[in-house]
């Protein structure tokens, strides 16, 4: 099983849907975990850290389900402007670097 | 604009070259790190380095050389690369790397695209 697995995708919705990611991470141990956004061309960047209990930015929504080892990132009403790849990003656990999953390709059409 | 600062944006080398990446952040950061990401993949890393000491090397060729000057600066020295080296190389950096608790956000450069002919 691969350290952080997601849906690769990509995901074509049109403006105004709510598009809903998931990821799995095989480490128990894990104790961090993030959603980075990668435009095409550009670097990584942190677009939310997800907590236990789950936290809210805008349109954004991350939740954590540590008994099933299972991240997810919800976006409403997409905008243009998230077309992006969407990467799942989970701390190693024994030594705390970050394992990246392959990401997940958005593509919000008008 | 990102404020790890990365240079050259583009490097193209033979395989026989000898070149170095650069790297640089000043946000007090005491962890850097040197990312490969090929196309469509997500990024691989390769070297941690906390407090100027190298953390983390994850099994890299030695034909990939870093190095951390001081706090501020970090290279990766380039020599007798293949072709399939052929990349973008991702610097980043966070406040800390602790281990276990560690590796908050991750700030990122905007890479050097790197061709090996």
């Known amino acids: 099983r691969k350290e952080v697995e997601q849906d690769p995708g990509p995901f074509n919705v049109p403006e105004g849907a709510t598009v809903a990611f998931n990821c799995t991470y095989s480490?128990?141990?894990?104790?961090?975990f993030f959603w980075y956004r990668q435009d095409c061309r550009k670097e990584p960047k942190l677009l939310m850290s997800?907590?236990?209990s789950g936290n809210e930015d805008g349109r954004f929504t991350a939740q954590l389900n540590r008994a099933s080892q299972y991240i997810s990132l919800l976006i409403r009403d997409s905008k243009l402007s998230d077309s992006a790849t969407y990467l799942c990003v989970v701390n190693s656990g024994s030594q705390g670097n970050l394992i990246f999953g392959k990401g997940t390709k958005l593509s919000v059409k008008p | 604009d990102t404020e790890v600062t990365q240079t050259p944006k583009h490097l193209v080398m033979g395989m026989t070259n000898k070149k170095s990446l650069k790297c640089e952040q000043h946000m007090g950061h005491r962890a850097m790190y040197w990312y490969k990401q090929k196309a469509k993949k997500p990024p691989e890393l390769m070297f941690v380095y906390s407090y100027e000491k190298l953390s983390i090397n994850e099994s890299v060729p030695s034909r990939f050389s870093p190095e951390c000057p001081n706090s501020s600066l970090l290279n990766l020295h380039l020599h007798a690369l293949q072709p399939e080296d052929s990349a973008l190389y991702l610097c980043?950096?966070?406040?800390?790397?602790?281990?276990?608790?560690?590796?908050?956000?991750?700030?990122f450069g905007e890479g050097s695209r790197l061709t090996v002919l």
């Open positions: 997800v907590y236990s």
């Open positions: 980043a950096s966070s406040q800390e790397f602790e281990g276990f608790s560690s590796a908050g956000e991750l700030f």
């Open positions: 480490n128990s141990a894990s104790q961090s």
